[in-house]
């Protein structure tokens, strides 16, 4: 049985961080599909991303078909400032991130880009998503190997050229760092708490995206084990 939010956690999440004012809506942008393929070899893969609050992104990535693990976290800073409150001051050098357990036979590392970037992040923001300012919320690629940096660094190359965003591309790829998951009441956000004002407002939005661009993609079900 899962415990409940902490009080002292409730009131942070009132105060900080996913929590800005309401903005305009973030567009859906079909991402055009990878040129790039990426070639893997059977077996799990893992892999992160950064794309502002962690909610959203971990809500849309436990709704894709073949990921079997979505974990939020922060990535880029060091284990002593790896909390929510301390990231949310913006200076500890870490994104909210999640980081992906996937199974390669079923999606691609260079379909999770596409998803990524066609319902999740706007590659034209720096240190910001949606409602949320700071590098925290950055948007990033943290491949794990050569091949998933390959296919990152042609991907961002693709997009540039394609059009599909007017602005310039500005989402960047990271190298890895060690991943510290989130406090377990982040978990599974979206699934737990399905009438929180900001999920409703921005992260639902992206779901509904994810099914209607990558109906062959979309899972109805909310993959819940976050191991």
Not at 8 to 16: C, E, N
Not at 123 to 138: E, S
Request: glycine fraction near 8%; include cysteine; charged fraction near 20%.
């Amino acid at each position: 049985m899962r415990r409940a939010l902490p009080i002292i956690a409730a009131i942070g999440l009132a105060l900080a961080g996913c929590q800005q004012p309401a903005v305009a809506s973030e567009k859906i942008v079909e991402a055009p599909a990878a040129t790039r393929v990426a070639k893997e070899a059977p077996g799990l893969k893992v892999a992160v991303f950064a794309g502002g609050c962690f909610w959203g992104v971990e809500g849309v990535f436990s709704h894709v078909k073949g990921v079997k693990s979505a974990v939020s976290g922060y990535h880029g800073g060091n284990a002593a400032t790896a909390t929510y409150r301390q990231t949310n001051t913006g200076v500890t050098g870490h994104a909210e991130a999640v980081r992906i357990t996937y199974d390669p036979e079923i999606v691609r590392y260079d379909q999770l880009l596409q998803i990524f970037f066609s319902v999740v992040a706007d590659p034209t923001l720096r240190n910001r998503q949606g409602p949320d300012v700071g590098p925290q919320y950055r948007a990033a690629l943290v491949p794990l190997g050569k091949e998933q940096r390959a296919v990152a660094s042609a991907y961002l190359k693709q997009m540039q050229a394609s059009g599909a965003w007017k602005k310039p591309i500005v989402t960047e790829i990271e190298s890895y760092r060690k991943f510290y998951p989130a406090e377990d009441y982040h978990q599974d956000f979206m699934a737990r708490n399905p009438r929180h004002g900001y999920i409703v407002r921005w992260d639902k939005p992206k779901v509904a995206g994810l099914k209607s661009l990558y109906p062959e993609h979309f899972r109805s079900s909310f993959l819940r084990d976050h191991k």
